[in-house]
């Protein structure tokens, strides 16, 4: 198991996995492991259809949950093991369900990013809304990313390890550079317990669950929700799909499209940055 295991891991690292991908995946065979009691490489196809049955019905998984265990053990025997067969069974999956989220708002969106106490985490809300980004990036957004006399934000290895620019505008830039200029930021604009490290994902998410809490917003969801209403109303002011895609990170414009769907219309012309115009510049420290 402890050699099969690290052909995986060079496997991964030849395809350019994330760190976050590879730690799924291994996590999803050693779960395939434990259920059979044998070696992985010794299993029939007939096996891996009955752990996925066992995910469903007993362990009640998610659609989206067995999708992504059934990618580790996908990737393991088309990748690693060579199997030709794996593609060919037929294995047989849940359904995603079709739902669309709880979206919000701009007044909702406004009154979230003025709720923290701390200006750091006000801007930290700020840049995830109106950049659109995933919080694996937001904590990872670095001084040197920032171009402010382009007006252009580089995420650096976002999903996929793809780099990305993304049009900040005037509003958000000087946002950030008040920040700056009160926090002087070394490294990464949201410095963990060490200055040359960042914080980690649940910082922001706990700051987005708080501020939703302050001012009374009772709909679902965590700080992704901040890059739903991103997209959503930048479609409703009018920004090209294309566009969008490219914003987002989106490698399918399947992704992108979805958002169409969400909403009944949408107008024309407009940024979405422009909603931080409404926002005053923090003074605290």
């Known amino acids: 198991m402890k050699h099969l295991r690290q052909l995986m891991i060079d496997t991964m690292l030849l395809h350019g996995l994330a760190q976050r991908t590879q730690k799924t995946y291994l996590a999803g065979v050693e779960d395939l492991a434990r259920f059979t009691r044998q070696p992985p490489d010794s299993l029939s196809l007939k096996q891996i259809q009955q752990w ?6 007993e362990r009640q998984l998610s659609p989206s949950s067995c999708r992504l265990y059934f990618n580790s053990v996908n990737f393991l025997f088309t990748r690693v093991l060579k199997r030709d067969d794996f593609a060919r069974y037929g294995f047989i999956l849940p359904k995603n ?10 007044s909702e969106v406004t009154a979230i990013l003025s709720a923290p106490v701390r200006s750091r985490d006000r801007m930290m809300l700020k840049l995830c809304y109106a950049c659109g980004l995933r919080v694996s990036e937001l904590v990872r957004v ?23 620019l993304i049009p900040v505008g005037k509003t958000l830039v000087q946002h950030l550079r008040h920040y700056w200029l009160r926090h002087h930021p070394k490294a990464f604009l949201f410095s963990g317990q060490k200055l040359d490290s960042h914080i980690g994902i649940t910082v922001p998410q706990k ?16 700080i992704h929700s901040l890059r739903h209403a991103y997209a959503t109303h930048c479609l ?10 490219q914003q987002m990170g989106h490698k399918d414009l ?5 958002y169409t769907h969400w909403l009944p219309q949408t107008g024309e012309g407009g940024c979405v940055v422009d909603l931080l115009g409404e926002l005053p510049l923090d003074d605290d420290v």
């Open 52 to 57: 996925l049955l066992y995910l469903i019905k």
């Open 207 to 222: 700051v987005f669950r708080q501020a939703k809490k302050t001012v009374g917003i009772g709909k679902p969801g965590g």
């Open 142 to 164: 670095s001084v040197p990313d920032i171009d402010g006399q382009q007006q252009l934000l580089r995420v650096t290895q976002g999903k996929g390890n793809k780099d990305r």
């Open 236 to 245: 409703q002011l009018g920004m090209p799909i294309h566009q969008l895609q």
């Open 97 to 106: 369900r079709q739902q669309i989220p709880a979206l919000l708002n701009p």
């Open 254 to 258: 399947h992704s992108t499209i979805r």
